[in-house]
């Protein structure tokens, strides 16, 4: 599919080497639970992708990012799905450093080791809750000497086995005494955090999605990033961000996956012209549509607009290539299927698309009202 070597030309361009070294991989090693994608997505530089060039990283914008990720996500979409949490992580982080005195100095050296050290960020934030980000926080936060004592679990939490940094949303006291949303930046070698097995499906195994406990894990204050009194909802603004940039990029991955089943079908001349046509036209317009709703973005779309974009991109691509995976599945044939998992696996990688919050049934009630010219409110 010319598209999807162009989304690879792309990549060799910001990660050369990276492509060429996972397809060196058998595909089951790929993708297995000791699988070493992630390592070789950290040797080759990737933890940089979106870190601004200033700071010794690769300057990607969100749309070059979503074509990375569709790359990615067509030779191994376990890496793709993981590091979808660190890039959305980065890009909300640096959004907030751009802005001078947001950070402290400790917060600053945690951001800027990213690109140099090649740290990966997972991520602890709810996800999917515009409005209402710190009603049930993942977790809790009680004060302390010169810090907080954290407790929760984030489960599942991709890159559990490889991260350097959890950033964990957690309700702390306003100055009246109400909850309000901060976000701590917890290092991975912090006592008290520990990683459990989590995920049992061979499906997206290599992305290291266990569940990640606290139990009073201390954290400084020079750590936690608060809300500041002239600028009260920033963080929330900032996790509206973050909540579109991951969709996009978890979508973009999903992409990936689905075209390499429709290049096969293409590339072998399986079923009529008619049948090819379907499938191909199917995964090109959903990925157009996230093409497009990450331009928006980057072209200044923001707040309840852009996740409304994003969700209308996400719903429509989610249903389109999971038809184009399973069609795909067919006309490769039974004997394909018999002598290999590699394509069933890979039609199953691109299902768990739908089961990212929030799930299509929660979000048709508040997109139907924001449609109508109500606040996007989801649940």
């Keep these: 599919m010319r598209s999807l070597e162009l989304a690879r030309d792309l990549t060799e361009h910001y990660l050369p080497g990276l492509s060429k070294a996972l397809e060196a991989i058998p595909y089951e090693e790929r993708e297995a ?22 700071y010794g990283g690769l300057g990607a914008d969100i749309l070059d990012a979503v074509r990375v990720q569709r790359a990615l996500g067509s030779l191994s979409p376990s890496l793709a799905a993981a590091t979808a949490m660190h890039h959305f992580t980065v890009a909300m982080l640096y959004a907030l450093a751009s802005e001078p005195g947001r950070l402290t100095g400790a917060q600053l050296k945690v951001l800027h080791e990213v690109a140099p050290g090649r740290r990966l960020m997972a991520s602890g934030w709810a996800e999917g809750r515009t409005q209402q980000n710190i009603l049930i926080p993942a977790v809790t936060a009680t004060r302390t000497d010169g810090g907080y004592l954290l407790r929760g679990s984030k489960k599942p939490c991709s890159l559990a086995r490889s991260m350097d940094v959890l950033t964990a949303s957690i309700a702390v006291p306003g100055a009246d005494g109400a909850p309000e949303l901060a976000l701590a930046l917890v290092p991975a070698s912090s006592p008290g955090l520990s990683v459990h097995p989590f995920w049992a499906n061979e499906v997206l195994a290599a992305a290291e999605s266990d569940e990640v406990r606290l139990d009073d894990v201390f954290i400084a204050d020079e750590l936690v990033v608060t809300t500041s009194a002239d600028d009260p909802g920033r963080l929330e603004d900032l996790q509206t961000a973050g909540f579109a940039w991951f969709e996009l990029m978890a979508s973009s991955g999903y992409a990936g996956a689905a075209t390499t089943l429709v290049d096969r079908v293409v590339e072998r001349g399986r079923g009529g012209t008619a049948d090819r046509a379907d499938i191909a036209l199917r995964t090109e317009s959903a990925f157009a549509l996230l093409e497009g709703a990450a331009r928006a ?4 779309l923001q707040g309840e607009a852009a996740v409304a974009a994003v969700l209308v991109a996400r719903y429509a691509a989610q249903e ?34 739908a089961f990212h919050p929030p799930g299509r049934a929660s979000a048709e009630e508040p997109l139907l009202k924001w449609f109508a010219g109500e606040p996007l409110e989801l649940a």
């Design 33 to 54: 639970r000791e699988s070493p994608v992630v390592g070789i997505f950290r040797a080759h530089g990737g933890a940089g992708l979106l870190v601004p060039e200033e």
């Design 297 to 300: 973005v980057r072209d200044g």
């Design 320 to 353: 389109s290539l999971a038809r184009a995976a399973d069609r795909s599945l067919e006309l490769l044939g039974g004997i394909d299927f018999i002598r290999s998992n590699e394509n069933a696996r890979l039609a199953a990688a691109v299902r768990p698309l």
